[in-house]
């Protein structure tokens, strides 16, 4: 499957690339980011994968989270998809900024016209793994995920929809029971159908009830000043609550006085680096 160049710039010792590639299961060409630190060029690297929020693209943590001094000195290749199909010509696709272009959820979809292209689940977990790792030096046995809002909700259903594969999982402010929240009910609807039984498989909250895996370490940074905490789309008590229940480990971290933006991602993104390097690396 053919790489196409976009991009490449220098940053601390590594290259920041990005590529354009037709994708099977979206059926459109899609971009996504890759940084090679400078241990890249010697050896085999572990993968951590990036999952942005609603309206991003693969350019928004790329150029405003300031990873990338810790990616560098931890040797982590750190892939940053776009967040859904884009130019599929559906109707409505671009009528809202929560749903269609730039708010895929992470889910494949299994509604007309939606299903054909907005198989954003299957891409990230499937085909863009399968992609990196025939193309750039990754340890395919060595993989992580993280996210924001709508990511950081993807970030969690990833893992624990797939028990295992995923090395370490963390989260900013992830939207994390959709089934109860304005934006999940919006997208699960017009995604998954009005059988609201078919939205539990992609919501985080419901999904920890039924894990079987390995022991998790999930960390969770959120900020107190968050207008969409306060507003109900993020939920983050009800799904800490599940994994109590399921003596599942979370660290969960209030920030006081951070919100929703990148501004709150760049405070705390080192910090989820080294969460990730110590299980990638270990």
Same mark, same amino acid.
């Given at each position: ?5 976009? =991009?490449?710039?220098? *940053? ?8 354009? /590639? ?12 890759? +940084?090679?630190?400078?241990? #890249? ?25 300031? $990873? ?37 959820? +992470? ?13 954003? +689940? ?7 793994? %399968? ?21 950081? /909700?993807?970030?969690?259903? *990833? ?8 090395? =370490? ?6 939207? *994390? ?9 919006? #997208? ?15 919501? #985080? ?21 968050? %207008? ?14 599940? *994994? ?13 006085? $951070?919100? /929703? ?15 990730? #390097? ?5």
């Amino acid at each position: 499957m053919a790489l196409k160049q976009i =991009s490449s710039n220098k *940053c601390f010792g590594g290259l920041q690339k990005v590529f354009e /590639h037709d994708s099977v299961e979206l059926s459109c060409k899609m971009k996504f980011a890759v +940084y090679l630190p400078p241990k #890249a060029e010697t050896g085999k690297c572990p993968a951590l994968y990036w999952l942005s929020g609603l309206t991003c693209t693969e350019q928004n943590f790329i150029s405003k989270s300031g $990873y990338h001094q810790a990616a560098s000195e931890h040797g982590l290749i750190v892939i940053v998809p776009d967040t859904s199909p884009r130019g599929c010509n559906i109707k409505g696709e671009d009528d809202s900024w929560d749903f269609g272009t730039g708010a895929g959820f +992470y889910v494949d979809a299994t509604e007309d016209p939606w299903k054909t292209n907005y198989r954003m +689940y299957s891409y990230i977990t499937e085909e863009l793994p %399968q992609l990196i790792n025939a193309n750039f030096p990754v340890d395919p046995q060595r993989m992580s995920i993280f996210g924001h809002s709508m990511g950081g /909700h993807g970030a969690l259903i *990833c893992t624990l929809k797939n028990p295992g594969k995923y090395k =370490s999982v963390s989260a900013f402010a992830p939207i *994390c029971n959709p089934v109860l929240c304005p934006w999940g009910k919006k #997208a699960f609807r017009g995604y998954l159908g009005t059988d609201e039984s078919k939205w539990k498989a992609y919501d #985080a909250t419901h999904l920890v009830k039924s894990y079987p895996g390995s022991q998790l370490d999930i960390l969770i940074d959120q900020g107190k000043d968050d %207008q969409f905490l306060s507003d109900g789309q993020l939920l983050p008590d009800n799904f800490i609550a599940a *994994c109590t229940e399921k003596k599942i480990p979370v660290v969960f971290r209030l920030q006081e006085g $951070y919100d /929703h933006s990148y501004y709150f991602i760049a405070t705390f993104i080192t910090d989820h680096i080294r969460h990730h #390097a110590k299980y990638l690396n270990a």
